[in-house]
């Protein structure tokens, strides 16, 4: 641990090599920046210059091996690294405060007059949790998940490699705000996440879907949908793909994310709740997969990036480096307990 943190102290000047190489005079203020430099890391990683190798081990060895990758504790450790390429902390250090309702939520408040909550409140919540990661004035929503496992040769040979995470928690969203008033009151207080009629695609369709329709309130869930989704989402969503010899960054402008879902929504329910898949301890999971073939279909842009780190850990002074650093450690060690 004592090792990791001086690397880890020493990202940012591997960071500033990357940046120059970038062209950028400082950490990337937008997703076009952030793709940019993301494109030089890629180039330096696969070409087996000293910053990428640098980077390309710390990629593999913290996040991204399947020996590590499944920890809970990686999501945080990625945060860490991110964030250190640009001299910054990751958000959850940092003390949240609930931000402003907008008007247009405010006055939704009036259907919870009989409750011991409000429709703002919740959604202040909501929006108040997003963020995890702030590169100066740019605020990042940052997931990692559980890759297929590229192996040294680039292959896919088993099924569990195949094996992939295709379910994104995007977070809070409260179901009961967002579906207040849209339902009956006796059928929306039988609804809970996980197995109480949120938990599934079926039951999305089934106690969502089916009973707007039948009570002729889908287009007023479309209009609240898409106010909610631009309150509570305000920032870019960086999906990162621990795939043991790979990484591999999907960057999704918040626009694209919020009308992949009302797009869908409009033109196809059947899309949409291939997207907008259930909600689990109030938290909406969705299945980026479709997600992205819906921008696609669209024409929304995002950007994919894909790293193959093996020239990473195949370098030699690397390999060099860390037989020596590991000799010295020893040997340091040995002195001391010899005495």
């Known amino acids: 641990m004592i090792l990791d943190k001086l690397l880890m102290n020493n990202l940012g000047n591997v960071g500033d090599v990357l940046l120059a190489k970038s062209s950028l005079t400082e950490a990337p203020k937008n997703i076009d920046e952030m793709r940019r430099f993301l494109e030089t890391v890629k180039t330096s990683i696969e070409n087996d210059e000293f910053e990428g190798t640098i980077l390309g081990n710390i990629f593999y060895s913290f996040v991204s091996a399947k020996e590590v990758r499944d920890r809970s504790v990686t999501s945080r450790t990625f945060e860490d690294i ?17 931000p402003i309702s907008t008007a247009e939520i ?17 959604l202040s919540g909501n929006k108040r949790e997003k963020s995890d990661l702030n590169i100066g004035s740019y605020s990042i929503s940052l997931k ?13 040979l088993t099924k569990e490699d195949k094996d992939f ?39 999305i ?29 305000d920032d870019d969503i960086y999906i990162v793909l621990k795939s043991d010899h790979r990484i591999i960054f999907h960057l999704i402008p918040r626009e ?33 997969i479709k997600m992205i073939e819906a921008m696609t279909k669209y024409d929304l842009p995002y950007y994919s990036i894909s790293i193959f780190l093996q020239n990473s850990l195949c370098n030699e002074d690397f390999k060099n480096f860390r037989q020596e650093l590991g000799k010295q450690i020893g040997d340091y060690i040995n002195k001391y307990l010899e005495k």
Not at 181 to 195: F, Y
């Open 205 to 233: 369709i089934e106690n969502v879907i089916n009973p707007m329709i039948e009570y002729d309130s889908l287009d007023d869930f479309k209009s609240r949908l898409a106010l909610f989704l631009n309150y509570v989402y």
């Open 256 to 288: 694209s994310f919020i009308q992949s879902l009302t797009k869908s929504l409009e033109n196809d329910v059947n899309d949409f709740v291939k997207i907008f898949y259930r909600w689990e301890n109030n938290n909406l999971r969705i299945k980026w």
């Open 144 to 156: 990692t998940l559980k890759g297929q496992a590229f192996n040294e040769n680039d292959e896919l």
């Open 106 to 122: 405010i006055v939704l408040d009036a259907l919870c007059e009989d409750e011991d909550w409000t429709i703002s409140g919740d």
């Open 165 to 203: 995470n295709d379910e994104l928690n995007v977070g809070s969203l409260s179901y009961r705000a967002l579906l207040k008033g849209l339902l009956e009151e006796s059928h929306l207080k039988q609804l809970s996440d996980r197995k109480k009629g949120l938990g599934s695609k079926k039951q």
């Open 82 to 98: 991110f964030s250190g390429l640009f001299h910054e902390n990751s958000t959850d250090t940092l003390q949240r405060t609930n």
